[in-house]
């Protein structure tokens, strides 16, 4: 199993693995890769779109982005090694702190905006009178709504379960802040929408499914007429039709 | 005459802090991307800025 889906795996929302494939192989070719391998299920992404360069030939390659965005280290896993891995944990330690250059004015807003509080954060921002305070709360705003844009478009793949959670954090963060406060309220009316019951139930299915085949040969026959049946079932939902996707996958030959 | 080795000097020094540098990595280098198609599993992120304040690991591999 690659290093990346173990810290994936062990540490969760703390970091975000991005998988690129690098030799041409077709999206259904890979992703069926992907879950014959076992290694679905947990929160990485793939594609076959290259994000960055990836000078030199050798395969695999591994990048480690920090939290500012810049390139930490990058190379062949095994070569860098431990280097890695001590690397992502000092970036996920530096994601739970204010950044080293925030001013110490601005300490507190960012402890704060770390911690959740979001319109906590907001308000100290606009108390403070430190010239950085408003490109700070620039920073509070951007990443707050691209949470709030993150779950439309969670709603609107059908992805209800992860948007349900989601949801309720942003809600919680932005609660004194009337504006984000509306704005999330607009994706919990669309959570909670009557209509939206059978999207809701089909997505709980499916996520609940996917948790138990996932590490556990998810195209044995069993596991496959499983997810048929989903398809079947919820039939015109978007879970549904994620559940028939992963059965035309699992009729991939290996290697394919 | 002696003016002219200056500038000589000056492109050799350069030439050789780029040979040092390694060619084979982006590190220290600032990265954006946004996904033109959504990658399988997204979970509604589109670019490299939405995971702004999170590491990300970055695996290139290939399927053959």
Known sequence: ?256 | MKLSWVPLAVAGLALAGFALRSPSTNEGKKVDYRFSEAPVNAAGIKSLAELRGKPVLIDFWGTR
Not at chain 1, 38 to 45: I, S
Not at chain 1, 210 to 222: M, R, S, Y
Not at chain 1, 225 to 241: D, R
């Open chain 1, 1 to 256: 199993m690659p290093t990346a889906v173990k810290h994936q795996r062990e540490l969760g929302d703390d970091v975000q693995v991005i998988f690129v494939e690098c030799q041409g192989a077709e999206r259904d070719t890979y992703e069926a890769f992907a879950w014959r391998m076992k290694w679905m299920g947990n929160a990485a992404m793939w594609t076959h779109e290259r994000p960055m360069e990836m000078p030199g030939s050798g395969l695999p390659q591994t990048a480690l982005i920090g939290v500012d965005g810049t390139v930490i280290l990058q190379g062949n896993p095994g070569a860098l090694g431990k280097r890695l891995s001590e690397a992502l944990e000092a970036e996920i330690k530096k994601s739970k702190q204010p950044p080293a250059d925030a001013p110490a004015e601005l300490k507190k807003a960012w402890t704060m905006f770390l911690k959740g509080d979001v319109a906590g954060a907001l308000a100290e921002c606009d108390a403070s009178t430190a010239p950085a305070a408003a490109d700070t709360r620039t920073e509070f705003l951007a990443r707050t709504t691209a949470r709030i844009e993150r779950v439309k478009r969670l709603l609107d793949a059908g992805d209800f379960g992860l948007a349900e959670r989601q949801t309720a954090e942003i809600e919680k963060a932005v609660k004194s802040n009337a504006e984000l406060a509306a704005q999330i309220a607009e994706q919990r009316a669309r959570l909670n929408d009557p209509a939206n019951a059978r999207e809701r139930e089909a997505a709980k299915a499916f996520d609940a499914l996917v948790d138990k085949i996932a590490t556990e040969k998810p195209f044995d026959a069993g596991n496959v007429k499983k997810m048929s049946a989903l398809a079947e079932k919820f039939s015109g939902a978007k879970a549904a039709e994620k559940a028939a996707r992963f059965v035309e996958l699992s009729k991939l030959r290996a290697g394919a």
